[in-house]
């Protein structure tokens, strides 16, 4: 494994190693489209036309509703391939897929978390040419860690992954790394990039098993995101985002 370039890891951001491992499953499984949802800044955008190769188009996804965001991305993503859409990740990651029906996709979340970012991956990964799907933030302790694991066959973090080499480079890249011990605000050891291969692991199998545990997910079920994109009613999200807020009032208000 070729030694990885430079990257300015911020808290919170992904591990370099998380980011690797993502790279070694772009690359074998010859990805040629990446979806990013979540871009903030573009520090992540920037590392993915940095180092995955050439010939792989980015799209990279953000609300950019707080003043300077869009602007800092333009900055940080001058002459670089990467796409800087505005938008929901609910409207744009469906239209993206549909309009390249031809290419090996990967989508990575990076920006809601829990079941609403679960189930928005799962509906994505209706779409068959959805190889890779990853998601950001699957913390140790939290539940929708323990459902990833449980609804795919093979072991998703990098940490179980039989390549000694990535499992080597984790070591180095994080769990020496004193900036990441000191300001990390999670576990080192484990690693929370949770990643689906559908190159090495059944579709069909992960389908049925997030099908049939679909009310975990609440308002976010994989295969309700699915039906509203099916009948393309894209700004579905909007209600239940209300919704989901009249909800926590009611709660706070008993
Ligand atoms: C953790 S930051 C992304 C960090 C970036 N990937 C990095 O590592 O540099 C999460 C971003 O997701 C965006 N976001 C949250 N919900 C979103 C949604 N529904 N659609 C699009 N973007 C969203 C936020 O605006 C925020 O900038």
């Known amino acids: 494994m070729s ?12 591990y370099p190693s998380e980011l690797e491992w993502l790279k070694l499953n772009i690359v074998n499984s010859k990805i040629d489209l990446l979806i990013e949802c979540g871009r903030q800044d573009g520090a992540s955008s920037r590392w993915f036309h940095e180092n995955l190769p050439e010939h792989l188009e980015i799209f990279s996804i953000d609300l950019d509703d707080r003043p300077g965001i869009l602007e800092n991305s333009i900055r940080n993503l001058k002459d670089t391939r990467v796409q800087a859409v505005t938008g929901n990740i609910f409207e744009e990651v469906p239209r993206i897929i549909a309009e390249n029906p031809s290419k090996r996709i990967c989508v990575v979340e990076d920006a809601v978390k829990g079941w609403a970012g679960l189930g928005l991956l799962l509906a994505a990964a209706n779409f068959e040419n959805v190889i890779i799907i990853a ?9 929708s860690r323990g459902f990833f694991q449980r609804i795919s066959q093979k ?18 890249l994080v769990l020496e790394n004193p900036a990441i011990a000191k300001n990390s605000n999670r576990d080192i050891e484990e690693s929370s990039l949770g990643l689906i291969n559908f190159d090495c692991e059944p579709r069909a199998s992960v389908l049925k098993q997030a099908r049939a545990q679909g009310k975990k997910f609440g308002l976010w079920a994989p295969q309700k ?3 509203h994109w099916d009948a393309k009613n894209y700004q579905f999200y909007k209600k239940i985002f209300i919704l989901e807020k009249y909800l926590r009032f009611l709660k706070k208000a008993r």
């Open 3 to 14: 030694s990885p370039k430079e990257y300015e890891w911020l808290p919170g951001a992904m």
């Open 135 to 143: 998601e950001h933030n699957l913390h140790t302790g939290h539940r």
């Open 155 to 172: 072991n998703i973090f990098l940490e179980f992954s039989d390549n000694a080499d990535i499992r080597e480079l984790h070591k180095r």
């Open 225 to 227: 995101i699915g039906r």
